[in-house]
């Protein structure tokens, strides 16, 4: 009934087979480019690395750049007889190591890492000059080609920590991330790491027609299956150069962290850590021998302790507990609190240096009174308008917090640390349901649980400088062809009224200018209004960390400044000349001759003391 | 040259089996050559690909062993048991089944993995046979419903699985369907909507709409014509334009970006459309309602391509389907495949580099080389004359099993018959097709070639079921 039907289909079926042979016969008799023998030609992929994106200060000096360095491929299959002697000479390398690699290369071949037919790095990292001399001799050698890679150069010795460093991947990269293979290089830390995508560009492949003596015989198929390499995207920091440099150089022979921010901004304007290392150190092959010098090193120069380390922040601290103490209308403006030699209750002492008593709000943080904020941390969690030491402990943390304490800051650095603000289910852990405010009353100056990393107490310094705000810093100022994120182009606040933060910077104005006197006297910078306070953190390490948080100048800050001088005592001492050469070095591009001595006298002091 | 000597062998077809052997021993070695590693030069290994084959080759022989044994009215009897288990297994694979390449389709017990979507193939295929051997079986309302009915199942779980080309299999059995008398229509529109998809891609859905409204709008006022009611069918084309340019006027004039320039078209269709319509009814010329359904069929295809495309669609579909028209390039992503597949059986040339001498499809230039592209072993050992012949012995293949199918009494085994050869084909179809970048990359395997035990072992039982109910031929089967 239905008899042409058969036909029909039988017919669609021999149409689809038709097609079929025709398209084969185009592809595999008419069309001759794919032809290739395994005795005259063979194609070869050769890879195209990119040149990774540039990296540039604020002011548009280059920090980082690439250098050309050749890998000498093996294609083992296309291995002939060779002068082995003229190859050593042209490569610049002995027989022996001739030897050693091809023994290498025949294990990783019977371990299946290495095939004969396909390209493996026989040489890494081969000067331009011996590429050159190969690159003439080269068909002399079948089966040898050379591979451009680039390797960092750095224009500076410093920075190391900011900029971080590129490595070759592992096989955990190469499993989760198809883009890599075998050789590739990728960010291992800092912006190399964080910004890997933008740096890297793309790969790109051409397929070359070679012969069996391994000369490139032109583009396979006029190129129709190449790719371009893209270019990654040059980055431009936030950072100073100079000034990291200048930090650097101040901080040599310490050990602690200088970090510098731009509070109108949260641009990061220096990063200091130290101890710290020449970043060249761990470029191509010289990684593998200075790589396990660094980290075995005991002072840990590979550890950012900028962001990384956690101090408590001593007297510092004593500005966020007067604003908060403002803030919920437990501390007015002329609040007065005695201080006899510190606090004393009971039994209990906490001891305080000699100034005149009793003072109010602006002078407690000009003299950095330990009595002051005593008797003020004990008023606001001990206040009846929070119903309880627990609820007004969670009111204090909570304050404290939105200062970017206790939790990542979200700079655009990775492996930043969190530091550590304590909770009041914390204390019920630690002390039982039962604490009360005179138990937890370290914290009122800075010490007990509290722990900053430098970059947050920075942080805290610009929150000062911006009367109530910041944004969260970042080191990356702009991406060629790219925007920043835009966390960092929103503004944080704290829940503290604009008001508060002026009766805070008249008292850390005093610090440095008071004609009664004041612990920050040695920041003094003429015609900048330096506002600061100065911080000495007792520590289980040995002696008290020397530390300084400052901002200038005041009308519109232009810098806002902290400085960790580990084990060095009084901040006064260290921290606060370390800081205020940095400013006048930022601010006004010198240091005066008549603070000559104080640089000099930085410059000079050896303060490491050897961890055991 | 059947031997009638021994019962056992009685009336089986010769050539089918002698085609199916060449199949599966060329299908083997490719295999082979595909795994064989010029390096090593380990001629054979236990635990290699070529030798777990070599396994479910034994596996096959004895399953049709087992097949040849039962009596044929049993596989009616226990058709939809066949069919219902399978699915139980489709849903079983849903729930504990293995993810590779992104399907949930296997079942893995140890070394042997297991794809019960082969075995839904041999079900279906039973099942859709025996709705249509039924006395008296017409292509009415209830029929449609009922074979679309039993193919809606397999499909939706396999799209569950994430198994898109398995999924595609099932529009197959519309072709056994057509030789049992579904109307052509079915077939055209499918073609058609085809057309017009790949069109809308191409361009824009708004031309391709409006092209196949006018083509349409003219038959219409053909067929009014033809039938001396040329009144009507000018008042239809005088509807069209006139909704179309009002329709369009408002688009145009309001700006709304809600009101999409295509439904100027769609506006238009559906004036027209009303009035044929009526109109064909009170005139009495049928025809005029089928263009009407192929005016929709069409229009909403390109309506809907550019949505299904941007919205339905995975990313890496979307990709392979722009990689093959052309519209995006990326040989080294999602295009590798196909172009290291293209490169490695150009090289073959017309004699082939001869067996194991293959480099390309080797050292893993080609991924899936012995899976999904193994036809690029094929093509660059044995050149265009080993993809001649294996194409003229596909098509050989399907002829004969159509020709066997032909000669059958009972309807029963003339459908099943149908219905394996239409399977094998759109097997062959669709792999060798995408292989050679005539289709987009869809992974499903060419049968006795691509390496993987469940397809050799399916594919086997479907083809010796048919096998043995021709060996009844002359039986009335149902």
Redesign the interface.
Known sequence: ??DI??V???G???F??I???V???C???L?N??????ESN??RKVVQYPSRGLIFDRNGKLLVSNQAVYDIMIVPREVHEFDSVDFCNTVGIDMPTLRNQFKELRLN?RRRRA????PSVFLKQVSGENFAAFQEKMFRFPGFYAQRRTLRKYEYPAAAHVLGYVGEVNENIIKKNPYYVQGDYIGISGIESSFEEQLRGQKG?NYMMVDVLGRSKGEFRDG????AAVSGQNLTLSLDIELQRYGEQLMRGKTGSIVAIRPATGEILCMVSAPSYDPSLLIGRDRSVNFPKLSSDPLKPLFNRAIQAWYPPGSTFKTINALIGLQEGILTENSKYPCNHGYSIGSFHLGCHGHASPLDLRQSIQHSCNGYYCYALRAILDAPKFGGVHNAFEVWKDHVVKFGLGYKLGIDIANENRGFIPNAAYYDKAKGRNWTSLGVISLSIGQGELLLTPIQLCNVAATIANKGWFYTPHVVHQIENAEIDSIYRTKRYTEIDTAYFTLVQDGMEAAVWGASGGTAHGAQIPGIKVCGKTGTAQNPHGKDHSIFMSFAPREKPEIAITVYVENAGFGATWAVPIGSLMIEKYLTGSIRPEREWVEKRILDAELITMPK | MSNYSNPYHKGVDVTLVILYLLLVVFGWMNIYAANFNPETKVFFSMDAEYFKQLMWVIVSFISIGIIMLVDSKLFVEIAYIIFGFSIVMLVIVLLIGKEVNGAKSWFSLGPISFQPVEFTKIGTALVVSRIMSRYGFLFDMKSYVRLFGILVIPIALVLLQNDTGSALIYFVFLLPMYREGMTTHILLIGVFCIICAIASLLSDSLIVMSVSLTICAIIIWHMFNKKGAGIDGLITLAIGIVVAAAFGAVVYLTGNPKLLPEYVPLASAGAMSIFAFFRSIFRRIPEVKTIIVYLWATIVISFATGYIFENVLIEHQRTRINILFGVEEDPLGAGYNVNQSLIAIGSGGLTGKGFLEGTQTKLNFVPKQSTDFIFCTVGEEWGFIGTTALIVVYLAFFIRIIMLAEKQHSVFSRVYGYCVASIFFFHFAVNICMTIGLMPVIGIPLPFFSYGGSSLWGFSMLLFIFIKLDTDRSELIR
Do not use: G, N, W
């Open positions: 009934m239905y039907r058969k029909v289909i039988i669609i079926m021999a689809v087979s097609a079929m042979l398209r084969l016969f592809v595999q008799i069309d480019s794919y032809k290739l023998t395994s063979s194609r071949i095939s004969s037919y396909k492949v129709e299956f190449d790719t």
